[in-house]
Structures are given as structure tokens and as C-alpha cells.
């Protein structure tokens, strides 16, 4: 029985790969075996539970074969092989593009260090210190030194030799800072049970299975699971500070060089260096001296250091080495280097940068502190202002009911002189002369009251006019709820790694199926980009994705997804702006919103902005099957507007004298695109629709989604509510940087590329790298890696731009990519892929545009 499909199993590579010829086809495929080694629970794998030699078959694809190396740990997901019924065959194969090097963020590897190989714990990241294991280690660890241990730590391995399978191992710090982790080792020993293991396996150093090779090699390995070793680790750890060899003689020659004589001692001390140890000969004594009194004298920081290095700046061992390097490959250095300089330019300022960012972040958070207490102030204002309006209130009820009195008084008072008014017609006539006196004495008051003949008051209408009608009015424009109410308090802040966390848990229970890296890829260029592209084939989940996100944003609010999630499906007649936002209705004068939505969307978003800044939540706008339609037609407005870098984006939606002042939406003649917006549209690649342009492709993130990694069986999508706190404008922006660091080397690749990038019409320029460098930058390590990071952008900012795929040389520059990214030390699975898919697709066309760049 198949227990083990479809779980992800740590596994060791058990022999190197081989290449048998498949029957009949003339194709040849490198395939490889892999041991188990702990189940998806911890549990230590059963060798009887997997039939034959007890190991796992791996076919290799181009971007993993550089994973091949017997005796290094990676994790995978078991699924039945071809094979599975032949009793002499393994009954599992893993799943070809869910293998990846076991990570820090699975399990910690510790590693232990001979107590006598350093005299103090930052020697552990010296130059000179190396320590020899008996397998690839992983790219992050932890190191035991003297009861203590430290971590995490970046690895760097190359093979001593190929004969006896041993790997030499160095040091250096994760953190940017280069802080490090201390802590007893006794947390070891309060770990839970099942959640430390030491394993051993043999492994086959050539291409033959290790139960048919006599060429076998031990490999022993200390893993603890990463979720209950972070749970051990004490609250209060101590920090400390391990300064490489190569920071410590900057910062001292920083105190007795001036900066030119500092700049150009460092470059010659390093390139010497790098000169000796690629010649592998042996200097004489006279030769080595003077390096070693200069280095012990720049870490003694004394008075007499700097006069001794002067001397031997003066005795010209240095020059004579490298002034010929110098004059002839400073021009070629410069233009051919122009990445791995500006990597170590970003690296030198890294540091201010950092706090520069710290500082805004602080600033960010007093302007958030200002805004709730401005809100908390209008708020208690407006409690005044509505116990004045009360007041107020009342006093015209009772100046109303006063006044009714009078009106009574007086309307009474009328009444008895229309009585005496009688009385005296009657009296008239019997005595004229009487009544007639008494009739002037009252005259003025008769007068005054309207009672003679012909006398109007002033007040009372007349009785054939009539009340003009009221003009109409038009509906007024109503914001939601969720934005009218006040906010109470500010929004807890989110670690985004528990964010991705909730973000993979809620598409599982949705009953949806993703790689981690396509969720990974996704959220980054989110966060980064206003824009971002999913493409593929139909039916790989691009419409749904979108929707998934914006749940997982509001979190606990589930209820108002709807206000802040909009699916707009694209319709091939679009023309212009008019079809997605709105148009102007000539015989009413008013504007008129779109069936989409989009106009009233963004006045939320802009009102919503405008009264809670950083504490807004974001909006999700995804444009269906966009490429149905010309996207530079009906979204051209947008990515103008997008790109700006001004505080207010403006977007200019009709004329304001062209609808009446009091039509519903009179005052929005232009709208403000808010920092909130988040646009994703889903693309499908077949003769059915449009061309994406170059223009486009520049300003955004491509993810292929790809078709072949799904499962033949999807559980039935369910309305699950995700859990946790909503995510604010503010946690985003915390959550992105501009700082990137990372190796050289993947600076070097980038220049390695650009000759082959400009043959297929899509030359590295300074927006895509900055992108690039934003992108990576922003990845958490604790997600993954900078090289991770480079692959995807690879991937989905270089690789879709490239054009002309017909012409002479394209195919010759695609080969040059493919062995670049081979070769390199560093593995691109998912560049390596596109590349692929590019080349097997039946649809090149639409894939590429060949019209107009930006």
C-alpha cells in the first residue's frame, strides 16, 4: 500500500545522477536516487516501507540538477512511480517541481566546531576559519562552540575532493547588522520528544545506486525541527556582534588612512589575495612577512601601525604585483562589472540606509500618532459640537413656543376688537354721534391690528399667489459604512511571516492548490507594485488567487471582502478609459459611472485615505482575462498615473464644466489614486487574445502559473472565514525596503546576461533594475533567499520582455542564458523553466509582443 503519496518527505541525495536511454525515443534524461530520511510528522522513515533498494527515484530538470550532490538534504512530495507494481522497483518517484533544498524554515541544522580549531566565538566567521563536513550543509545554520551555540549562520561549501566525498565550510552572519544569536546549549536538552534527530546514511560517491557501489561515503546529520526549536529559544538570548575579517580591517585603516589611500589599500590588499590564491604557489618567507607584520600591526591600532604601513605601502611589494592589472582592466572592469559594483556600493551603504529607513519608520509613526490624536480631538469636538447643536435646539423650541403665546395673545386680542367692531356698527345707529367718538379713539389701534376697511397685513400671503416647486434634486453619492464610523483604536501590527502563513492556510482550506514559491511571488510583487500580471493557461486558478489575497487582507472583517474586493471581467470592446470608468451623459449634464464599478471604488479608497491615512485598509482590483482587450487602450490613463512618485496621484476622469454642478458626482471631476489600490490582472497565453506590450511588461510583475504541478483531484471550494488581524497601509509599508544586499556573484550574472538580454530586445534599464533590486530587498529571509528572489525576478521581470525570438541569434542568446543560469553556483529552477516553456510553446506570440516599448 502507497501510504506516503502525496507528503513532503526529507530525503538525502544517494548518488550522483545518471543518464539511461529511454526505450525506443533516443531521449536522454538524468535521473537520480534520494534516501528518506523523516516523514511530514518527524517521524524517522521506515526502510521497509519503501520496497526495493528502500529509495525514492528523481527525475532531474535543468534547474535542479545543480542539487545533485551525494549526501545534501533536500524536502519533497512523494507520488507513485511508473514502476510501482515491479517488486525490483522503487514504488514512489517525488513530484518534479516540488523538490527544493531543505531550508532553515523546515528544520535547523546544527553543526558542531572542534572547542580547539578558534580561541574566541567571532572567529567563527574569520577568513581562516574552516571547518571540513561530510555533506553539503544547509544555507543557514546553527554552530556549537563550547557548550554555547550561535546562529543563525550563512554557509558557504566547496568540495575538498571528489574522492572522498568531504566539503569545507565557512561563516559568515544573516543579519545585516551581522548580529548573531547566543545561547547555551542546554535548550537542547528541553526540547520536546521527536523533535531532535541524528541521523546517519550512506551514500553512493559515483553514478550507481549505494547497495550496487563499493565507493560509499557516511554522512551524519543533527536536525531539529524549526517550529520547537524557535519555541525554545530563551526570550532573553543575548545578541552579539561577529565583525568578518574584511570589516574589522576597513573600520581600522578607516582610523590611520586618509579615505583615498584607505579605498585604493583595501582594493590592492584584496585583489592580492585573490591573485596568490589562484596561482596555488608557495611565496617565500621574505614575501609573506611584511603581509603578516601589516596585519597584526592594523589590528594592534596603535600610533606605530600606521607608520609601519606606510613603509610597506613604500616598499612596492604591492605595486609591482597589480599596477599592470590596474591600467589594463580598470575601463573593462567598470563597464563589464556595473551589477557586482553597484552590489558593493549598496552593501557600504547599507548600513546608513538601514537607519535612514528606521528613522522614517519612526517618523511614519509619530504622523500616525498625530493623525489618531487629531481624529481623537475631532471626535470630542464633534461631541461638543453636537451638545451645543442640542442645546440650541432646545432653546429655539422654547423661543417657538414663546412666540406661539403671542400669536395666541394677539389672535385673541383680534378677536375682541372684531366683537367691539360689531357692537359698535350696532350702536351706530342708535347713537351716531357717541359711537362716532368712540370710533376715533380706537382708529389707530384698528390701523395697527389690519381691521379697517382696505388695510392688509404685512405678514399674511396673498391669496392668488402661488409657491413656486422646489427644484430637483439628484441622489447624493453615500460612502459606506466601515468608512463614515469613527476608528477606536489603531490596528495590532503583523509579522508577515505569520501573514504568509495565514495566506498558504486559507487557500489549503478554500480546497485550492499553489506552489509555496507562486504564493510567495505573488504577496511580494503585491506589496511592491501597484500592478501585477498572472498568466497562464486556463483553468491553473489566476481568478482566484486575487480573490484568496483580499480575504486573507481583511482578515477577521471577512464581511466587508465585498467592499474591498473588486472583480472587474474585461470585455474585448473596450475602446478606451470611458468603457472601464464612466461617461458623461450630454442631455443630463452628469457623469455616469461604468458597470464596473471602478469609479466608486476609488472614492472609496481616496475618502477613506483622506480620514485614516496609514491605518486604511487596501483594495484588491483584479482585471479578468485583461489581454482580451488592448490593455494600452482602456488602461493607459492608469499607467501613467501609477508610475508617478508624487504624494497625489491624479487621475482626470471628464471636464468639470461639462456636467451640471448639482449632479451626484460634480465634485469628483478627478479622483486620487490612493497608496491602497493593489491592481492584479489575470492573463490567458493562447490565439484567443492580445498582445501584452513591452510598455506594460516594463511597469509590472509577470507570474506564470504553471499547469503540470496540479493535482489531478481538487477538494471542493468551501467559504472559509480566514483568522487574524486586518492589514493596514502602514503594515505594508513596513513590510517593504529598498535596501537589498546580496552576493556578488548574482551581480556578476546580471552583467553575465546583458549581452544576451540586448540580442533578444530587452536590454537591462535603470526602472527595471530598481524594481528588481525593490523586489528583493523585500523578501523576508526568513521566507526566502536573495537568490530566490533574483530567480523569480529573472523570471517574471526579464524573461517575458524578450522579443524577435525568430531571428538570427535569439536562439544562440536563449542557449547563452540557459548555460549561464546552469553553471552559476546559485540554482534557478523557475528562470530555467520559463525558458523552457518559451521554447516548447505552441503559442510564441502570445507570449511576446513585437509592437512598441516603452
Known amino acids: 500500500m502507497l501510504e506516503h503519496i502525496g507528503g513532503r518527505v526529507v530525503l538525502a541525495v544517494a548518488q550522483k545522477p545518471f543518464e539511461p536511454l529511454t526505450s525506443g525515443s533516443g531521449i536522454l534524461h538524468q535521473f537520480c536516487t534520494l534516501l528518506p530520511l523523516l516523514d511530514e510528522e518527524g517521524v524517522p522513515a521506515n526502510p521497509d516501507e519503501f520496497p526495493a533498494k528502500g529509495d525514492v527515484w528523481w527525475m532531474l530538470r535543468p534547474g535542479s540538477r545543480g542539487l545533485a550532490e551525494p549526501g545534501r538534504l533536500l524536502i519533497g512530495i512523494l507520488e507513485e512511480s511508473l514502476y510501482s507494481g515491479d517488486p525490483t522497483k522503487a514504488h514512489y518517484q517525488v513530484v518534479v517541481d516540488s523538490v527544493e533544498a531543505l531550508r532553515a524554515r523546515d528544520y535547523v541544522e546544527i553543526l558542531d566546531v572542534a572547542t580547539e580549531s578558534i580561541g574566541e566565538p567571532r572567529q567563527l566567521v574569520a577568513r581562516k576559519t574552516q571547518i571540513d563536513l561530510d555533506h553539503v550543509p544547509q544555507d543557514e545554520v546553527f554552530v556549537r562552540w563550547h557548550g554555547r551555540l550561535y546562529g543563525p549562520l550563512r554557509t558557504r561549501s566547496e568540495p575538498v575532493s571528489t574522492q572522498d566525498g568531504q566539503w569545507r565550510v565557512r561563516f559568515l552572519p544573516v543579519q545585516a547588522d551581522n548580529t548573531v544569536l547566543e545561547m547555551s546549549d542546554e535548550v537542547l536538552r528541553h526540547l520536546p520528544p521527536g523533535a531532535e534527530h541524528r541521523l546517519a546514511v550512506r551514500v553512493s560517491l559515483d553514478s550507481r545506486a549505494p547497495v550496487e557501489s563499493a565507493w560509499l561515503h557516511t554522512c551524519q546529520y543533527h536536525l531539529i525541527s524549526a517550529r520547537e526549536f524557535q519555541t525554545a529559544i530563551p526570550h532573553d538570548a543575548k545578541r552579539v556582534v561577529f565583525q568578518t575579517d574584511d570589516l574589522i580591517i576597513q573600520r581600522v585603516a578607516k582610523r590611520f588612512l586618509s579615505r583615498a589611500q584607505r579605498r585604493e589599500f583595501l582594493s590592492l590588499m584584496t585583489e592580492l589575495q585573490e591573485k596568490i590564491a589562484a596561482s596555488g604557489e608557495e611565496l617565500r618567507r621574505e614575501e609573506v612577512e611584511p603581509l603578516t607584520q601589516l596585519a597584526e600591526l592594523v589590528r594592534s591600532e596603535d600610533a606605530y601601525s600606521q607608520r609601519l604601513a606606510a613603509a610597506v605601502l613604500e616598499m612596492g611589494i604591492l605595486d609591482a604585483r597589480i599596477s599592470d592589472a590596474i591600467e589594463r582592466k580598470t575601463k573593462e572592469h567598470i563597464a563589464e562589472n556595473a551589477a557586482r559594483l553597484q552590489t558593493e556600493i549598496n552593501r557600504e551603504i547599507g548600513t546608513l540606509r538601514g537607519e535612514c529607513e528606521e528613522w522614517e519608520k519612526k517618523i511614519e509613526s509619530l504622523k500616525n500618532a498625530f493623525d489618531v490624536l487629531k481624529r481623537k480631538q475631532t471626535r470630542e469636538l464633534d461631541v461638543e459640537l453636537n451638545a451645543l447643536r442640542e442645546a440650541c435646539s432646545r432653546e429655539c423650541a422654547e423661543e417657538r413656543?414663546?412666540?406661539?403665546?403671542?400669536?395666541?395673545?394677539?389672535?385673541?386680542?383680534?378677536?375682541?376688537?372684531?366683537?367691539?367692531?360689531?357692537?359698535?356698527?350696532?350702536?351706530?345707529?342708535?347713537?351716531?354721534?357717541?359711537?362716532?367718538?368712540?370710533?376715533?379713539?380706537?382708529?389707530?389701534?384698528?390701523?395697527?391690528?389690519?381691521?379697517?376697511?382696505?388695510?392688509?397685513?404685512?405678514?399674511?400671503?396673498?391669496?392668488?399667489?402661488?409657491?413656486?416647486?422646489?427644484?430637483?434634486?439628484?441622489?447624493?453619492?453615500?460612502?459606506?459604512?466601515?468608512?463614515?464610523?469613527?476608528?477606536?483604536?489603531?490596528?495590532?501590527?503583523?509579522?508577515?511571516?505569520?501573514?504568509?502563513?495565514?495566506?498558504?492556510?486559507?487557500?489549503?482550506?478554500?480546497?485550492?492548490?499553489?506552489?509555496?514559491?507562486?504564493?510567495?511571488?505573488?504577496?511580494?510583487?503585491?506589496?511592491?507594485?501597484?500592478?501585477?500580471?498572472?498568466?497562464?493557461?486556463?483553468?491553473?486558478?489566476?481568478?482566484?488567487?486575487?480573490?484568496?489575497?483580499?480575504?486573507?487582507?481583511?482578515?477577521?472583517?471577512?464581511?466587508?471582502?465585498?467592499?474591498?474586493?473588486?472583480?472587474?471581467?474585461?470585455?474585448?470592446?473596450?475602446?478606451?478609459?470611458?468603457?472601464?470608468?464612466?461617461?458623461?451623459?450630454?442631455?443630463?449634464?452628469?457623469?455616469?459611472?461604468?458597470?464596473?464599478?471602478?469609479?466608486?471604488?476609488?472614492?472609496?479608497?481616496?475618502?477613506?485615505?483622506?480620514?485614516?491615512?496609514?491605518?486604511?485598509?487596501?483594495?484588491?482590483?483584479?482585471?479578468?482575462?485583461?489581454?482580451?482587450?488592448?490593455?494600452?487602450?482602456?488602461?493607459?490613463?492608469?499607467?501613467?498615473?501609477?508610475?508617478?512618485?508624487?504624494?497625489?496621484?491624479?487621475?482626470?476622469?471628464?471636464?468639470?464644466?461639462?456636467?451640471?454642478?448639482?449632479?451626484?458626482?460634480?465634485?469628483?471631476?478627478?479622483?486620487?489614486?490612493?497608496?491602497t489600490l493593489r491592481f492584479v490582472g489575470t492573463v490567458n497565453f493562447d490565439e484567443t487574445t492580445r498582445q501584452l506590450s513591452q510598455r506594460l511588461l516594463d511597469r509590472a510583475n509577470l507570474i506564470r502559473l504553471p499547469s503540470d504541478s496540479l493535482p489531478l483531484q481538487l477538494k471542493e471550494a468551501l467559504p472559509v472565514k480566514p483568522q487574524g488581524s486586518p492589514i493596514t497601509l502602514r503594515t505594508f509599508r513596513d513590510w517593504t525596503s529598498t535596501t537589498a544586499q546580496f552576493d556578488p556573484s548574482l551581480g556578476e550574472l546580471i552583467d553575465a546576461l546583458r549581452d544576451h538580454l540586448t540580442v533578444l530586445g530587452c536590454p537591462m534599464n535603470p526602472r527595471r533594475f530598481s524594481a528588481i533590486r525593490k523586489f528583493i530587498a523585500s523578501v523576508p529571509p526568513q521566507l526566502g533567499s536573495p537568490e530566490q528572489a533574483l530567480d523569480l525576478q529573472i523570471a517574471q521581470r526579464i524573461l517575458p520582455q524578450m522579443r524577435g525570438l525568430f531571428r538570427p541569434g535569439a536562439r544562440e542568446a536563449m542557449d547563452g542564458i540557459r548555460k549561464t543560469l546552469e553553471n552559476h553556483r546559485f540554482t534557478f529552477p523557475e528562470s530555467l523553466r520559463v525558458l523552457e516553456d518559451v521554447r516548447n510553446s505552441e503559442y510564441p506570440s502570445a507570449l511576446f509582443d513585437e509592437g512598441t516599448s516603452a
Request: charged share 20%.
Open 401 to 675: 413656543q414663546r412666540l406661539d403665546k403671542q400669536i395666541q395673545e394677539l389672535s385673541r386680542q383680534r378677536h375682541v376688537l372684531s366683537e367691539n367692531l360689531t357692537k359698535v356698527a350696532h350702536d351706530l345707529g342708535v347713537n351716531r354721534d357717541e359711537v362716532v367718538n368712540q370710533f376715533l379713539a380706537i382708529s389707530p389701534l384698528l390701523q395697527q391690528f389690519g381691521l379697517l376697511p382696505g388695510a392688509k397685513q404685512a405678514s399674511e400671503p396673498s391669496s392668488t399667489g402661488s409657491t413656486p416647486p422646489p427644484p430637483l434634486a439628484c441622489p447624493e453619492f453615500l460612502l459606506p459604512a466601515f468608512i463614515t464610523r469613527p476608528m477606536l483604536q489603531e490596528s495590532p501590527q503583523v509579522q508577515e511571516t505569520a501573514f504568509f502563513e495565514r495566506l498558504c492556510r486559507h487557500v489549503q482550506d478554500a480546497g485550492f492548490q499553489y506552489r509555496d514559491i507562486d504564493l510567495l511571488s505573488f504577496h511580494v510583487s503585491v506589496k511592491c507594485g501597484d500592478l501585477t500580471i498572472l498568466g497562464g493557461l486556463p483553468g491553473t486558478g489566476k481568478s482566484s488567487l486575487p480573490r484568496l489575497y483580499a480575504e486573507v487582507l481583511v482578515g477577521d472583517d471577512y464581511d466587508m471582502c465585498r467592499q474591498r474586493y473588486l472583480q472587474i471581467n474585461v470585455s474585448p470592446s473596450w475602446l478606451d478609459m470611458r468603457d472601464l470608468l464612466g461617461h458623461i451623459n450630454a442631455l443630463d449634464r452628469c457623469f455616469q459611472p461604468a458597470e464596473s464599478h471602478l469609479y466608486e471604488q476609488i472614492l472609496w479608497a481616496q475618502e477613506e485615505e483622506a480620514q485614516r491615512g496609514q491605518e486604511s485598509g487596501m483594495y484588491v482590483i483584479c482585471l479578468d482575462e485583461m489581454n482580451l482587450a488592448h490593455v494600452e487602450h482602456y488602461f493607459s490613463g492608469f499607467l501613467q498615473v501609477l508610475e508617478s512618485t508624487e504624494s497625489v496621484r491624479t487621475l482626470r476622469c471628464f471636464a468639470p464644466d461639462a456636467v451640471s454642478p448639482a449632479s451626484t458626482f460634480a465634485k469628483w471631476p478627478a479622483v486620487n489614486l490612493p497608496r
